[in-house]
């Protein structure tokens, strides 16, 4: 178990202007020479670094250098927790007084702790709070407002621990990211090989196969239509619409295990649905035709780039005759199971390392609230 015992210690209430002094190192601006400004995403998502302008570009912007190891925020979006720690890494580079930096009194407080402090829903709750209204989105912190916000500090050995912990938990996450993403790109590359048929199956004695045969989808598959759920009750069969699942039902449209397909809105990400389901009118489910194996489909449907089939210039659509008209070449039915048992598992092995993703972040999640007072 995580040594959550240790991070059980008194804790200080502190108004930020006793722990936090702002910086402000201007810049001369020189019209001729060329200056990189940083920005800052909302979300907790981090800093971003803009297109080089020259001065005589930045006009009369007021800009200032970019000092390291100092909290920064974007005034515009702090209550969408634009926030951010700044690091050598950024020394050169300049931003908008929009963009104030704070200097931490380190004997109480630690950087990555207190930045970490105001991803939390309570950060964002004080940031709220120094974000006086407007309209829409455009709520401006009150650096007054905020310099007055109280914030609760365990000693400055837990903030280190706590930040420690937290920091290596995030590099697992990313490393499970990595992998995740390099298996996605190695399935990209296998399907390019399959489908161009550089790379072919052989049989049980190892004997090439027939070759493959120049087909129409609608030779492989049919096209069925989802329709409105709305009047059915409750229950346990699932009801899928262009994004996924939606809810349950107590009727089925489909017994038999499908591919769905957007109609309208979202018409490139094909879903394996498991029988019983319902799809609304927004999402074709198709079943495959005798012989024709579903899962070496669904693996198709993958590949396809379905925008190339795009019938509206507005919200993106599919028709059926579209669809049962695109053309491609199709193995027998025993390659096509080889195929699709080959991608089956390897679906089966980034599912797999999705989950530990989650699990990962999950745990962060808890002890997140746990560790932040």
């Known amino acids: 178990m995580y040594q959550l015992d240790k991070i059980i210690s008194p804790s200080s209430h502190y108004k930020l202007k006793d722990i936090v002094e702002r910086v402000v190192n201007p810049v001369e601006v020189i019209p001729e020479k060329k200056y990189t400004q940083i920005g800052i995403r909302s979300h907790g998502k981090g800093i971003f670094i803009k297109e080089g302008v020259t001065g005589k570009e930045l006009g009369n912007k007021r800009v200032y250098w970019i000092e390291p190891n100092c909290f920064i925020v974007n005034i515009v979006f702090a209550w969408e927790r634009a926030v951010a720690r700044t690091t050598s890494n950024l020394n050169g580079l300049v931003a908008s007084h929009r963009f104030p930096m704070y200097k931490l009194d380190d004997t109480k407080v630690d950087l990555d702790y207190f930045t970490r402090l105001f991803l939390t829903k309570r950060g964002q709750t004080l940031l709220e709070?120094?974000?006086?209204?407007?309209?829409?989105?455009?709520?401006?912190?009150?650096?007054?407002?905020?310099?007055?916000?109280?914030?609760?500090?365990?000693?400055?050995?837990?903030?280190?621990?706590?930040?420690?912990?937290?920091?290596?938990?995030?590099?697992?996450?990313?490393?499970?990211?990595?992998?995740?993403?390099?298996?996605?790109?190695?399935?990209?590359?296998?399907?390019?090989?399959?489908?161009?048929?550089?790379?072919?199956?052989?049989?049980?004695?190892?004997?090439?196969?027939?070759?493959?045969?120049?087909?129409?989808?609608?030779?492989?598959?049919?096209?069925?239509?989802?329709r409105d759920y709305k009047h059915l009750n409750s229950g346990n069969i699932p009801v899928y619409g262009t994004g996924g699942y939606m809810l349950s039902v107590d009727k089925s449209l489909s017994d038999e295990d499908a591919i769905g397909i957007g109609r309208k809105g979202t018409i490139n990400q094909p879903q394996k649905l498991i029988a019983p389901f319902w799809t609304v009118d927004t999402l074709f489910y198709c079943t495959s035709k005798k012989s024709n194996d579903l899962d070496f489909i669904y693996t198709l449907f993958q590949f396809i780039n379905w925008e190339k089939y795009n019938e509206s210039t507005g919200v993106p659509s599919l028709s059926k005759k579209i669809i049962e008209t695109i053309e491609y070449a199709i193995p027998c039915y025993e390659e096509q199971k080889k195929i699709g048992a080959f991608f089956k598992k390897n679906d089966e092995r980034i599912f797999l390392e999705l989950e530990k993703l989650t699990e990962l972040q999950n745990q962060k999640q808890a002890f997140m609230q746990q560790m932040f007072i």
């Open 129 to 226: 709070l120094a974000s006086p209204g407007g309209a829409g989105r455009n709520k401006t912190l009150g650096q007054k407002e905020f310099l007055n916000s109280e914030i609760i500090l365990p000693n400055i050995r837990i903030q280190k621990f706590i930040s420690s912990f937290l920091e290596k938990l995030d590099n697992k996450i990313h490393l499970q990211q990595v992998k995740i993403d390099l298996l996605k790109e190695q399935k990209k590359g296998y399907m390019q090989k399959i489908f161009s048929q550089e790379l072919r199956f052989k049989d049980e004695d190892e004997q090439e196969l027939p070759k493959w045969e120049l087909k129409t989808l609608g030779d492989v598959i049919k096209v069925n239509s989802g």
